[in-house]
């Protein structure tokens, strides 16, 4: 690792949404010089770093929604011996529906800076290409996975005035569009 400082810094990296090209220079900055690198997927941050012709200075770990709850600690303990610890995810800015929000909460209790090399947002992007209202706006996350909780959830939500933001697997947008027709009238 690098050479240590008072206090370490958490830096949350807006990672492209498909194309490695939207990543910014200070997203290629962060993972060169970051004393370690938690990342979503070791696979494919190996991969964007490659396309990207930047190679990662420190130490890769995993941090998944399967290992989120063990491995912040150990993160947190980095961050707090003052390193640098850089967090992103497999596309768009860690803790919105991707793992984050654990370490970021613990870098804060800690009194650890935590930081962003903003980046791609789904959300945003969404709402701005798609000609609906979006001066407010409600961003849901992922529906319930099971029917009967997705219709619950969305019967919940029918009387909202706001432009509302999803996000859905592949494999179950069918369902979830017909689910929505039903809950909105479309």
């Not at 900055?29 to 941050?45: C, H, P």
């Not at 099971?146 to 509302?164: I, Y």
């Amino acid at each position: 690792m690098g050479e240590m400082s008072d206090t370490g810094r958490l830096i949350l990296l807006g990672a492209p949404l498909g194309n490695p090209a939207d990543a910014s220079a200070r997203f290629r900055e962060v993972l060169a010089t970051a004393d370690v690198v938690a990342a979503e997927d070791t696979r494919r941050l190996t991969r964007l770093a490659r396309d990207l012709d930047v190679t990662v200075g420190g130490r890769i770990v995993s941090y998944f929604e399967g290992n989120e709850e063990r491995r912040t600690p150990e993160l947190a303990d980095v961050l707090t011996a003052g390193y640098v610890v850089a967090l992103v995810t497999d596309g768009g800015m860690p803790s919105v529906s991707d793992p984050g929000y654990r370490l970021v909460r613990a870098a804060l209790d800690a009194g650890v800076p935590v930081t962003a090399a903003p980046g791609p947002s789904a959300v945003t992007t969404a709402l701005a290409l798609s000609g609906l209202p979006c001066d407010r706006f409600c961003f849901e996350g992922f529906l319930p996975r099971t029917p009967g909780a997705r219709r619950s959830r969305l019967r919940a939500l029918a009387a909202e005035e706001r432009t509302l933001v999803f996000f859905e697997a592949p494999h179950r947008i069918a369902g979830a569009l017909a689910d929505l027709a039903a809950a909105f009238g479309a």
